[in-house]
């Protein structure tokens, strides 16, 4: 039905109870945001770590998995920092429940650590004094079998935002899991670039070739992923004239401050890694090396965005209620 | 009358408030709030806290008519909300009133429980009347079921860090009373029994004031069929339900997840060999 025939007269009923929010604030804080981007950057660096160990390049397998195990060990903090109860940050393992994606991404994430943390203790082992033939393979195994989980780490947070009430999260549930895919991807590929830069090999052709590739594929797919969340948020009406629709939560203050950057630091970060360091020159290196970055700064900048984005939907009941409404009562079908 | 539960006395301890059917344990229970008798005295809000022991939640002055408590929360297990409405004659469209809607919130204890199910400790559980109660002892406060609950009912407690929300009063429960609130209520605007018995008392209930010209009575809560597969405490209300800050069409968040698993899972291996493809190409040192 064309959209000048559709209900005239704006429904008038109040959207909820002198204008509080339907639903309730997240209690979650900045530390959830940022456990969301380290989560992504250990995934995305563990798979640099395993390739450059399957490729025989120790020093570079040696670095990832030690910036793996930081990112790890940011992680836990956030984790257990933003629990009502730190001290029983434990009882997550009382239970396996596949309805509950915390419950499921403890274990992934418990999993994800002990094989890193293995790969780790093995590399650590032999400059101790294990014999290199039982460190070796047993670092590269944990490390192979590190990247292998890696990707369920980095989409399984997706499906923790968006398997709630928040309307931007669970809106763009179809979305979220591509962009927190694409977004840990072009972490971890930025992540070698600077792990590459630093050690400064010095063999002339490209400059980490594959790092380079991974981060600006990652890149590509976040952006992509991003542009199909906000075309879907935007088909989501609200029926309110201010706030059209669920991607209304993104266009104002600190969301859409946040999701600007964010942006501009992935897509100036990216085009810079792909053109520089084709040829591995110490000025190309620097400048790939920044480019990096400033991929690493959109990818956390996104998190943030998107967790900010969250909390304005939860606060304002115009999202929650305005969609349900509509639902209701299609403004076609309006007698 | 049914024998429910055997005092430490050894009597018999039967069900005999006024208006409360009698009901056995594994029988799904639950509440009816007959919004069109509240006269918002608050004594559910008053006898909730006296009997579960819930802190105060502080002195606000909300100038909201006469509710200065303002919504649930982890320390509000019931809040009666005031809704005061300009009522105008429907000739001549003119304002020629007021009218006040009173009613009771509460945790719904949904069919589906969005907080049960996201629950990663397993403190939220499903007791044998199909309510749905924190224990305490579990919850470490992570806040994925203040996030999921379509109705934003339970919350955090600042200082515990612990969530907390109505329990329908399981000890009660369990010794075979009536929950609190619906002791105290006065009109019987708050109903205890078998969820069966009190939908077919709401669906008489909904009728009776059809025909004495309430038109606008409906029911909110009590279709199985409905987003959360029906509420364990449902409601007869006198106006639509964001009217009283209630969301008009909830749906528990884990209806999607199935779907948002498999979302999840083709990325992941999306991104595995997007990383493969990028890394291991070639046959140089990367
Ligand atoms: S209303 Fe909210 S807190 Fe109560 S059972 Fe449903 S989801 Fe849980």
Redesign the pocket.
């Known amino acids: 039905m064309p959209r000048a025939e559709r209900r005239m007269v704006p429904d008038v009923t109040p959207m909820s109870y002198y204008g509080q929010p339907v639903l309730k604030a997240p209690t979650w804080k900045w530390p959830i945001a940022g456990y969301l981007f380290t989560g992504g950057l250990a995934a995305g660096t563990s798979l640099v770590g395993a390739s450059a160990r399957i490729r025989r390049d120790r020093r570079l397998a040696s670095a990832a998995s030690a910036a793996t195990l930081c990112a790890l060990g940011a992680s836990s903090a956030f984790l257990i920092e933003d629990l009502g109860r730190p001290s029983r940050f434990h009882h997550m393992l009382r239970v396996v429940k596949v309805t509950s994606p915390m419950s499921v991404g403890t274990w992934i994430f418990s999993l994800f650590s002990a094989l890193a943390g293995a790969s780790a203790a093995a590399e650590v082992g032999e400059r101790a004094g294990v014999p290199e033939r039982v460190a070796r393979p047993a670092a590269a195994v944990a490390q192979v079998g590190s990247a292998l989980v890696a990707p369920a780490l980095a989409t399984y947070t997706a499906v923790l935002v968006s398997d709630t009430a928040v309307p931007a999260w669970h809106d763009a549930r179809r979305q979220l899991p591509w962009l927190f895919a694409g977004s840990a991807t072009a972490s971890g590929g930025a992540m070698g670039v600077v792990l590459s830069a630093a050690l400064a090999p010095c063999g002339g052709g490209a400059f980490a070739a594959g790092p380079r590739r991974m981060a600006v594929a990652g890149a590509l797919v976040e952006v992509g992923a991003d542009e199909a969340m906000h075309r879907r948020l935007r088909s989501i009406n609200t029926g309110d004239v201010a706030k059209p629709s669920v991607d209304s939560a993104y266009a104002t203050g600190q969301p859409r401050r946040l999701a600007r950057a964010a942006r501009a630091c992935t897509v100036g970060g990216a085009a810079a890694v792909a053109l520089a360091g084709r040829r591995d020159r110490p000025r190309t290196r620097l400048i790939a090396g920044a480019g990096a970055l400033s991929v690493l700064s959109g990818a956390a900048l996104q998190r943030f965005a998107i967790f900010h984005a969250g909390r304005a939907s939860a606060a304002d009941p115009v999202y929650t209620v305005g969609p349900q409404r509509l639902r209701l009562v299609p403004p076609a079908g309006q007698p | 009358m049914t024998i429910i539960d055997r005092s430490s006395t050894g009597t018999d301890v039967t069900l005999a408030g006024v208006g409360t059917p009698a009901y056995d344990r594994e029988q799904r229970v639950g509440f009816f709030t007959d919004t069109s008798v509240c006269i918002g005295c608050k004594a559910c809000e008053v006898a909730c806290k006296e009997w579960n022991d819930v802190p105060a939640d502080g002195l606000e002055f909300l100038g909201r008519s006469y509710d200065n408590t303002g919504r649930l929360s982890a320390d509000t297990w019931r809040h009666v909300a005031f809704v005061e409405q300009p009522v105008a004659t429907p000739e001549t469209q003119a304002v020629s009133g007021m009218r006040w809607l009173m009613s009771s919130d509460v945790?719904?204890?949904?069919t589906s429980?969005?907080?049960?199910e996201v629950c990663p400790t397993g403190a939220l559980f499903r007791t044998e009347f199909e309510t749905?109660v924190v224990q305490q002892d579990i919850c470490n406060g992570c806040g994925y079921?203040v996030s999921?609950?379509?109705?934003g009912?339970?919350d955090q407690r600042k200082g515990d860090g612990r969530v907390w929300?109505c329990t329908l009063c399981y000890d009660r429960l369990r010794g075979g009373q009536t929950p609190a609130c619906a002791q105290a209520c006065p009109t019987q605007s708050i109903q205890f029994g078998p969820l069966e018995q009190l939908r077919e008392r709401a669906a008489t209930r909904v009728d009776a004031l059809h025909q004495q010209g309430v038109a606008d009575a409906r029911l909110y809560g009590e279709d199985p069929a409905d987003g959360?597969g029906g509420f364990g405490a449902f409601f007869l209300l006198l106006d639509r339900p964001e009217v009283y800050g209630l969301p008009p069409d909830p749906v528990s968040t884990t209806r999607d997840l199935p779907g948002m698993w498999r979302m999840a899972g083709a990325a992941a291996l999306g991104m595995l060999g997007l990383a493969a493809g990028s890394l291991l190409e070639g046959g140089r040192r990367a």
Do not use: D, E, Q
């Open positions: 945790c719904k204890h949904c429980a969005a907080c049960l749905v079921c999921a609950c379509p109705f009912v339970i929300k959360v």
